[in-house]
């Protein structure tokens, strides 16, 4: 072989290697920017629940208008039931029970709700969400201690009332909606079906059910979401917050409808679906104004707008499952501070039995609460405590208050039940010695 030949394969070389140098040059920078497409894809999370679609520019990808709705039903609903109990009482049918649990759009009611100072964006339910009612979400699992399912105790507690309400001696006070053996009947409903409504369905379907649902395409090949977007929404809506909640102090949400309500975009009015906090959210601030160490609202809501980042950033399955379970943790913690509370408040309506501040309805109106909400813990797949601890708590509330007065061996042994009650719920959550006695 010859120099030139010999010098024109070496060019030959160094060209190839020059073409492959070059072009994995090329590639890294591809690759360099590809990843800087998808940081610039993800998200922070943001301060308030607001996540913008990553299928139509400029729409929101939030909605859970049918949440607001059953929210509003079951708000609205409870306001009915109280109303056959006061000055000025109108008695009522079990079909005006039933137009709220039952609620069909052909009947284009407005709400009860009322906004303070500011009027509602929308009034009548099928303006914010079509097709949506109470009944046809709430859960089929059989009530411990009960036997039964929600549906059939409700409907049972809807004609007592009915029944009470036509009584003219009944009809403006308490007993209007209380048993002869004194259960608070409007309590015992709206408590019941806080926990097999928007309790079960926020953990029991739409959280429980998160990781099989889509997330990678829009929802239908249209929605602005995609399937496990709109499931952590609808979660999130049940809960009850305002799209801003973090704004909200503790004082605000335990306070009037005026405190717990802000005109965020300035139009004048109330949006439901944004700037109203309903059950559940203002509970956890009870809870946290009434306690130590404690910031339910704060948990609840960053594993809300954490999780929802992670979905909009389509993050590991590790990720959103903790943030899913925090979110249904801190939900069902609400609801078992919330038990303590009526236990203790049980307690003190006691020890006032046969002294001149006796309040009888007081205590059915505190027993009721405490009984609902403990139904109420049932619903969470997620939930710490167990069947067994549920059935202990039930079978020590017993099915009505007592009123043995203080002093005799039937009175103390009901107190040492309440105080075995409330070492179940300790046992089960960890709440501090503290928050036990105080909340």
């Known amino acids: ?19 492959l140098f070059l072009s994995a040059c090329g590639s890294d920078e591809a690759d360099d920017t590809a990843l800087e497409e998808d940081a610039a894809a993800t998200i922070d999370i943001p301060q308030a629940y607001v996540f913008d679609s990553r ?6 990808s939030v909605s859970y208008s049918g949440q607001v709705v059953r929210n509003l039903l079951l708000q609205d609903l409870k306001a009915l039931t109280d109303s056959v109990g006061k000055d000025g009482a109108r008695s009522v049918a079990v079909s005006d029970m039933l137009k709220l649990y039952e609620y069909d759009d052909a009947l284009n009611l407005k709400t009860l709700t009322t906004t303070g100072a500011l009027p509602a964006l929308e009034s009548q339910y099928s303006s914010l969400s079509t097709g949506k009612n ?12 009960y036997g039964r399912t929600a549906d059939d105790l409700v409907r049972e507690w809807f004609k007592m009332i009915a029944d009470n309400s036509q009584d003219s001696d009944k009809l403006g006070t308490p007993m209007a ?15 019941v079906l806080i926990g097999a409504v928007p309790y079960y369905q926020a953990t029991g379907v739409y959280l429980n059910g998160l990781l099989e649902r889509d997330n990678s395409e829009a929802r239908d090949g249209t929605d602005p979401y995609t399937a496990m977007e709109h499931a952590w929404d ?16 503790d004082a605000q949400l335990t306070g009037s409808v005026d405190d717990f309500t802000f005109d965020s975009n300035g139009d ?20 946290d104004k009434g306690g130590s160490g404690v910031d339910l609202t704060q948990q609840i809501f960053n594993a809300f707008l954490a999780g929802r980042t992670a979905i909009t950033n389509q993050g590991s399955v590790a990720e959103i499952s903790a943030h899913r379970q925090t979110a249904a943790e ?3 913690k609400v609801i078992a501070a919330t038990v303590v509370h009526y236990i203790n408040d049980t307690l003190s309506d006691m020890s006032e039995l046969g002294t001149a501040e006796e309040n009888r309805a007081n205590l059915n109106k505190h027993w009721a609460e405490m009984k609902g909400y403990t139904v109420a813990l049932q619903y969470n797949p997620f939930r710490l405590i167990s069947d067994g601890q549920l059935a202990e708590l039930h079978g020590i509330m017993g099915e009505a208050p007592i009123y043995d007065e203080p002093g005799s061996n039937s009175y103390k042994t009901q107190i040492a039940n309440y105080e075995r009650a409330k070492v179940v719920l300790q046992t089960a959550y960890g709440f501090s010695n503290d928050n036990m006695a105080n909340w």
């Open 1 to 19: 072989m010859n120099y030139l030949t010999k010098k024109i394969q070496w060019l030959v070389v160094l060209l190839t290697v020059a073409s």
């Open 55 to 60: 299928f139509v520019e400029g729409e929101s």
């Open 134 to 145: 109470l009944v046809g979400k709430i859960s089929d699992e059989p009530v411990i201690g």
């Open 177 to 191: 909606y209380t048993t002869d053996d004194g259960v608070d009947m409007s309590q015992m409903v709206n408590k």
């Open 234 to 249: 609808e979660a999130f809506g049940y809960f009850g917050a305002a799209r801003d909640y973090a704004r909200y102090t």
């Open 268 to 287: 004048g009015s109330i949006d439901f679906k944004s700037e109203y906090n309903f059950g559940l959210s203002r509970n956890a601030a009870k809870r």
């Open 330 to 332: 801190g939900m069902e």
